[in-house]
């Protein structure tokens, strides 16, 4: 698929489920079943303008040629959009149609907000074959229902992706990170919400390795008086060490989990991370993103029984956990996605059979 056209014509001459496709690097979910819809054709920034910090991009646009065009102009996409073929080990482009849909967020989250605060319209076909157009490409532009942010996170079950509008934001000048070693899951929280409680704009918040990372960005001299203020007011928490040169993608990628046979995305309030951490079994692995907020965990001998108390465990907690890996057969026999509650289920299956009345795109993606 080469055109939006061309995405508008296979989805009407569709006879059964279609595949979305871009990079293909984001094979999550159960196994895919039906036609492959292949959007990685639709490539190419149509539209940037750095003086009104906006570009537009089809939607099977490779993430890193956006941010090497952004870099040209000393800007970037602040959110850190995630890598998942390290974790996955699939091959491929990540592109920023699979940014969005699965609105894709790093550790900057807890300051700037997610893929979706960032997007500012979208053009998408449905699954009856027509082209939506919703949002704008300036962030004063406001045009009705927001389905930008609907799309964003849909996983492709609303609509194919076809462009993008976004809003890019001025790169850092400095950048340093304070480390608190040696730290268990509980004092990594009260580390963790002690500076970002405090005035000095924390911009990551994250426990790996066993030890809590706080970054600050900005200007350089900004960075140095936070730096300092920020380690004096954490002074009780353990000894602080300064470092420049934190790759903070070990924590947007969850790189220490790479190995691991099985992982989960899990999502609950920060404070309650020590609690999901508890119940995992010898051996699993884990690490904190968000302040908490955001926990990769992973175990190479996980079953169906594993991810069920994993499942309940979070539901209890007002969380949702996210099987990002496993084998397919796992895949096949357990709901990837946290199981809904009644009304979110109800309100969910009546969006997709609106925007795709014959079920067709990405069938069977989050069904239990």
Same mark, same amino acid.
């Given at each position: 698929m080469n055109t939006e056209s061309d995405v508008a014509e296979a989805v009407k001459a569709a006879k059964g489920p279609l595949i979305i496709k871009g990079g293909g690097t984001r094979s999550v979910g159960r196994p895919a079943q039906g036609d492959l819809l292949d959007v990685s054709g639709l490539s190419g920034v149509t539209l940037y303008e750095p003086g009104a910090l906006t570009l537009v991009a089809k939607? =099977?646009? *490779?993430?890193?040629?956006?941010?090497?065009?952004?870099?040209?102009?000393?800007?970037? %996409?602040?959110f850190e959009p995630y890598d998942l073929t390290g974790l996955l080990g699939t091959s491929g482009a990540t592109t920023i149609g699979g940014v969005i849909a699965t609105n894709a967020s790093g550790?900057?989250?807890?300051?700037?907000?997610?893929?979706?605060?960032?997007?500012?319209?979208?053009r998408f076909v449905d699954g009856a074959g027509n082209v939506v157009k919703n949002g704008g490409r300036v962030m004063k532009n406001v045009t009705g229902?927001?389905?930008?942010?609907?799309?964003?996170?849909s996983w492709g079950t609303l609509g194919v992706l076809t462009e993008v509008s976004l809003k890019v934001l001025p790169a850092v000048e400095a950048s340093t990170t304070l480390v608190i070693a040696d730290l268990a899951p509980a004092q990594a929280i009260a580390a963790m919400?002690?500076?970002? =409680?405090? *005035?000095?704009?924390?911009?990551?918040a994250a426990w790996i390795d066993g030890a809590v990372? %706080?970054?600050l960005e900005g200007f350089a001299n900004s960075v140095d008086y936070r730096a300092d203020a920020l380690s004096t007011h954490l002074a009780s928490h353990g000894e602080i060490a300064r470092k420049d040169n934190c790759d903070w993608t070990r924590v947007r990628d969850a790189v220490p989990l790479?190995?691991?046979?099985?992982?989960?995305?899990?999502?609950?309030?920060p404070g309650d991370g020590p609690a999901v951490i508890a119940v995992l079994p010898d051996g699993s692995h884990s690490m904190?993103?968000?302040g908490g907020g955001l926990i990769w965990a992973g175990h190479d001998a996980a079953d169906a029984t594993l991810h069920a108390q994993m499942q309940s465990t979070v539901a209890g907690l007002g969380g949702h956990a996210t099987l990002i890996k496993a084998p397919e057969t796992l895949r096949a026999s357990?709901?990837?996605?946290?199981?809904?509650?009644?009304g979110v289920a109800s309100l969910s299956a009546a969006l997709r059979a609106r925007f795709d009345p014959r079920g067709i795109l990405n069938a069977g993606l989050m069904a239990a």
């Open positions: 939607a =099977g646009t *490779p993430v890193a040629e956006i941010e090497a065009k952004l870099a040209e102009e000393n800007q970037r %996409l602040a550790p900057r989250r807890i300051q700037v907000g997610a893929a979706r605060d960032f997007a500012l319209g979208v229902y927001d389905l930008v942010k609907l799309m964003s996170g919400s002690a500076a970002l =409680g405090s *005035p000095y704009e924390v911009s990551g990372w %706080l970054r790479h190995g691991c046979a099985h992982v989960w995305r899990i999502s609950v309030k904190m993103d968000w357990v709901p990837v996605f946290q199981p809904e509650s009644t």
